[in-house]
């Protein structure tokens, strides 16, 4: 049986795979950006980031995940910034 991408992110940051929408989601789109975009069919990508992000998601291709994954990056960024003021 073929090992998913959110059990690959879980394995990496050694925690459970609940644990990467609880606390570590930032870490997790830091590994799949830096991921090659054929390890994983674009279905998988759509599975672990509608899980990381709350979100459905339904890309048609990787390059195009990634770009969604940097708008993320950036909203937490921005939200966290706002939290500071």
Known sequence: ?????L???ADRL???????RLWCTLPAFGIML???NHLYPISEWNRALAYLSGRPCAFSNVP????YI???IKEVELDGERNRT
């Open 14 to 20: 050694d925690v459970f795979i609940s644990d990467l």
């Open 64 to 67: 195009e995940a990634k770009k």
């Open 1 to 5: 049986m073929a090992i998913g991408l």
């Open 70 to 72: 940097l708008s993320l």
């Open 34 to 36: 830096e991921m090659d």
């Open 7 to 9: 059990d690959t992110l």
